[in-house]
């Protein structure tokens, strides 16, 4: 019933829609008011009833009657319809009669405190609260005392800021400067006015024309929101200009999944409608400053996402439509994206990667965030760890998911999700979610895992986040396939983790080899974990899973997922229960225990195929496995046979092996780099081919020579360097090709 009510919701939105875009956004916010405030008198029986206080920030009003107050007030801003300024008045008035509520003695119990409750003490509540405010102001509909009571209940509530003034580029901080510019705009000829103006210029100063400092697609839109609101309010079009908003626009928009908005990674919810509204808002501001046709489609694509799954949107979510009503610009017209894989947006801020075949709801996507914390925002980050409790966070509001995949979807389908938010504070038992067994990716602890011991057991600690550093080594866009290899380098534990994701378009499925190469001598425990929903049936070394359903939010049923770890030697695998997603999942792991000395690798492969859900997963298993090579755990060989075609990828896992001893240039050297598989020897960093009954095609990346049945097909030709280090003059050397691609017809003739 809630798909059948869901789908009518969005058919009758996008019959709106044609009827004009701020229309339909008008009709939306009409239709929340209204709810919202018959709603209302159950909602304030209900908070009275229930906990008024919460550890963060005590006095815990509730959201509503602010929210509904704005709504109501920008309904009137539109409309000029009294009605909406008066219900908005009552609101603002008697909301500081809430703490009428709290029990006796309540304002002892924090120090802050000392001056009284503050009305709102929920950063979040005060720009909707000022806002309502300056929009009725002059209705007529509020008497001088009550003018005078609102204006109090914000000069308290603003200045009860002053107590905690957090700083930094975070949506946090944001939130305070943009609710201090709202106060001293309503207030203006307040004695602390230019106070709050100064607090919120200070506090908005780190985040205009910088580089946010979180990794979380659940605080990344509130954080923009406020900052193009404050924008607004303090009259800083320059922000516009500055080169980190259009990039931010572009990152986001080119995250989109084919479920139509952006996916969760860091502290986020799947489909979060309050994440989603601000996304709408902020991308309808970048359509209507840039003219641009990806961000008013972006708008769209989120909107009917968020708004196609409920008849009435909560008045929360209306306020922040609010925005996108007053920013959108219908001129701009909206063209859905095309192209297919690539970098989101570059290795050094986004550090994200998507595989795609498409920008449709049927297109295959996979997400790999590798974003560490990187070296910005220093000041900031150092600022938090010794302010509020985050040491289970990657800063900020970040996961340890280093070379996690957070998604994949196929045809609809839902088939890899990531963790979700916490479920507890700061972070729930052993750091949940945040920690790094949460997440699609290897794990790594020190010492021996009892074979008796559950892996689960192994790897939890305290939850304490552990830095690493993470780089991008390759991303290619090939004829046939899709490639990157991201790295991560873990100081601490002394390893250094490759994670290789091959994306064959044709027919669908990806390969993950995950290279590890010990830095010092320990031992150490691997754990590649993949965490599902439900398993359909498990086989010798695989799991064909599926995820029906993340809370209320229910997936198309036609698609499957099978795991396939096809290299087993001295490796265990299995499945142990896990609280994920505020629910009951499985981890599908393969594990090994080892003693390791400097220099040694360690090798992981998992294929992942989608698949229809009525074929069964035996008939694909035998399709893949692993070669040897002539390197074996410096290279890994994985072959799928498609039925008509074999597919051949090969990645060398150790890079360094093709690197002269000496101190020349160039250092690469065929003899010492090369690697033997099948019919091929190649020193490529990763080689895909694939042999039908025409022939072999073939693509290989950062190579001197490739050759195939003892033939040469491609290789570098030698060239003279001068200037070697070693005191010679010159050198006769071989410089490395970036990338080739070729056909050798079956005669042994070269297509090209």
């Known amino acids: 019933m809630k798909r059948i009510s869901g789908v009518l919701a969005a058919l009758l939105f996008l019959g709106a829609l044609a009827h004009g875009q701020k229309a339909a956004y008008l009709e939306e916010i009409r239709k929340a008011a209204d709810a919202g405030w018959e709603a209302n008198p159950r909602i ?92 009725i102001r002059s209705s007529g509909a509020i008497d001088a005392a009550t003018k005078a009571k609102i204006e109090k209940e914000i000069a308290e509530s603003i200045s009860f800021i002053f107590r905690f003034p957090e700083w930094g580029a975070h949506n946090r901080a944001m939130l305070r400067a943009e609710a201090l510019i709202y106060a001293y705009l309503a207030m203006p000829h307040h004695p602390d006015a230019t106070k709050w103006k100064q607090l919120a210029d200070a506090i908005a100063a780190d985040n205009l024309n910088h580089w946010e400092i ?18 607004e309010a303090a009259h800083r079009p320059d922000v516009y200009s500055s080169p980190m908003m259009r990039y931010y626009l572009e990152y986001y928009a080119k995250l989109i999944a084919p479920q139509g908005t952006i996916p969760d990674f860091g502290d986020a919810g799947w489909n979060a409608s309050s994440s989603g509204l601000r996304f709408v808002a902020i991308f309808e501001k970048g359509a209507a400053v840039f003219k641009d046709s990806l961000y008013k489609w972006a708008a769209q694509s989120v909107l009917e996402t968020v708004a196609g799954r409920t008849s009435t949107l909560g008045v929360g979510d209306a306020y922040h439509l609010s925005d996108a009503y007053r920013w959108a610009d219908e001129s701009v017209q909206s063209a859905r994206p095309e192209g297919a894989s690539q970098e989101v947006l570059d290795e050094v801020i986004g550090k994200k990667v998507v595989f795609r075949n498409g920008w449709d709801p049927q297109s295959t996507y996979l997400l790999l965030n590798y974003r560490d914390e990187g070296d910005g925002g220093w000041l ?21 998911d280093e070379n996690s995949i957070p998604l994949l979807m196929d045809r609809g389908a839902v088939l890899l999700t990531d963790a979700g938010y916490r479920d507890g504070l700061p972070s729930g038992q052993y750091g949940a979610w945040r920690q790094d067994y949460y997440h699609n990716r290897i794990v790594v602890r020190k010492d021996k ?21 993470t780089h991008k080594v390759d991303f290619a866009v090939l004829k046939n396939v899709d490639m990157s290899r991201t790295r991560l380098i873990d100081d601490e534990l002394g390893y250094q983790w490759d994670r290789s ?36 049936q498990r086989g010798e070394h695989y799991y064909d899973v599926v995820n029906d359903s993340i809370g209320s939010f229910t997936f198309p049923t036609n698609r499957a997922l099978l795991i396939v770890f096809p ?15 505020w629910q009951s999942e499985q981890a599908v792991y393969q594990t090994q225990s080892s003693q390791y000395k400097a220099g040694d690798m360690e090798c992981f492969v998992t294929v992942l195929m989608p698949h229809d859900r009525t074929v069964g997963p035996g008939s694909l298993v035998p399709k893949v496995r692993v070669e040897p090579t002539s390197a074996p755990y410096r290279s890994v060989a994985v072959q799928v046979d498609d039925g008509s075609r074999t597919s051949l990828i090969l990645v060398k896992t150790d890079l360094d092996m093709e690197v002269a001893r000496e101190n020349i240039r160039p250092r690469y050297l065929y003899d010492l780099g090369k690697v033997s598989v099948g019919d091929f020897e190649t020193d490529a960093h990763f080689l895909y081919a694939v042999e039908d009954t025409t022939g072999m095609s073939y693509s290989a990346l950062s190579f001197l020579k490739v050759l195939y049945r003892g033939q040469t097909l491609v290789g570098a030709l030698p060239n003279t360097h001068a200037l070697q280090l070693d005191g010679t003059d010159t050198r006769n050397g071989f410089s490395k090709w970036r990338r080739w691609e070729d056909t050798v017809a079956r005669s042994g003739n070269r297509k090209r």
């Open 380 to 400: 900031d980050r150092t600022y938090l760890r010794n302010t509020i409790s985050v040491e289970e966070e990657k800063m900020h509001h970040g996961h340890a």
């Open 501 to 536: 994701i091959v994306y064959v378009r044709d027919p669908g499925y990806f390969v993950v080899i995950d290279g590890i190469k010990i830095l010092r001598p320990d031992y150490f425990t691997f754990t590649n974990f993949w965490h599902t929903q439900r398993i359909l």
């Open 214 to 231: 979180e990794d979380a697609s659940g605080y990344n839109p509130i954080w923009l929101h406020a900052l193009f609101s404050y924008a």
């Open 567 to 581: 290299d087993v030697y001295a490796k265990t695998d299995g499945v142990e229960p896990i609280r994920r997603q």
């Open 449 to 469: 895992r009892d074979t008796a011991q559950s892996v689960l057991e192994f790897v939890r600690n305290s939850g304490a986040y552990r830095k690493v550093r």
């Open 44 to 135: 304030i029986e209900e908070w009275k009833a229930s906990v008024k206080s919460v550890v963060l920030w005590g006095y815990n009003a509730p959201a509503h009657p602010v929210y509904l107050a704005s709504t109501l007030a920008f309904l009137y801003e539109q409309t000029g319809e009294r009605k909406y300024a008066e219900r908005a008045a009552e609101l603002l008035s008697t909301f500081g009669d809430l703490r009428k509520s709290l029990p006796e003695g309540f304002s002892k119990s924090r120090v802050e405190y000392s001056d009284g409750v503050p009305a709102l003490s929920n950063f979040f509540f005060l720009p909707p609260y000022s806002r309502a405010y300056m929009r």
